[in-house]
């Protein structure tokens, strides 16, 4: 598997429920950023977790780091309709500017 | 809050012809990066820019590609003479530090080639 691949690849929830997405990448990180985008639109930026950070929150967001793992998971908490969007991790090495994307998860919240 | 600024929103172009797709940057960032998306596709890196070069690029980014900060607030990428496969949603970001606390991206120019 690639640098920075998203597990599921699509999740649909009803609003109100918790989202677990999941991160997974091959080699060493100097942090780990989220993202959102929406269909044909541009990156927002989530949330930023350095390598030697286990755990961070914003918001109804809640990421995660296991750097033994090289994983990591977002979680969205009391999703709503509006938190439908694609969700990408993104990873970077020991060149701090060159981030390499996964595929993402497409998240759909049914309202 | 701040944001990093892109245009056009959406270029329509000729195989072969010159693009020049703008940026402009937040202002008290000194980071600037290139990205591009092709449709369905990963966000790919293409470069980086700090005090006026180029601090890494990637194998996407040949000769027919260039960057350049004319001024002090505008950022651009230049496509030499495109391609089809140049089609793509391009995306310019930006951030304060090397040691980032977080990027911010632009909307996106959404470059098609005909």
């Known amino acids: 598997s690639q640098q920075g691949e998203e597990d599921p690849q699509a999740l649909s929830i009803q609003e109100g429920e918790n989202a677990t997405m999941n991160c997974s990448y091959k080699?060493?990180?100097?942090?780990l950023q989220w993202y959102r985008q929406n269909s044909g639109r541009g990156l927002v930026h989530l949330i930023l977790?350095?390598?030697?950070?286990r755990e961070k929150h914003s918001g109804r967001l809640r990421v995660t780091l296991d750097t033994s793992k090289k994983s990591s998971s977002l979680l969205i908490t009391a999703s709503r309709a509006a938190d439908t969007a694609s969700y990408f991790c993104?990873?970077?090495?020991?060149?701090?500017?060159?981030?390499?994307f996964g595929d993402g998860t497409t998240l759909t919240v049914k309202p | 809050e701040p944001e990093v600024t892109q245009t056009p929103s959406h270029q329509v172009t000729q195989m072969g012809q010159e693009v020049i797709l703008r940026c402009v940057p937040i202002?008290?960032?000194?980071?600037f990066y290139w990205y591009r998306q092709i449709l369905g596709q990963k966000v790919e890196f293409l470069v980086s820019?700090?005090?006026?070069?180029?601090?890494?690029k990637s194998e996407i980014f040949d000769d027919q590609f260039s960057v350049e900060r004319p001024d002090g607030s505008n950022f651009t990428l230049k496509i030499r003479s495109t391609k089809l496969e140049d089609s793509a949603m391009y995306f310019c970001?930006?951030?304060?530090?090397?040691?980032?606390?977080?990027?911010?991206f632009g909307s996106g120019t959404r470059l098609t080639v005909v």
């Open positions: 202002s008290n960032h000194l980071y």
């Open positions: 993104a990873t970077d090495g020991t060149n701090a500017g060159k981030s390499t």
């Open positions: 080699t060493s990180i100097n942090n």
């Open positions: 820019f700090y005090n006026n070069e180029i601090s890494e």
């Open positions: 970001a930006s951030s304060e530090l090397k040691v980032v606390t977080g990027y911010t």
């Open positions: 977790i350095r390598s030697n950070e």
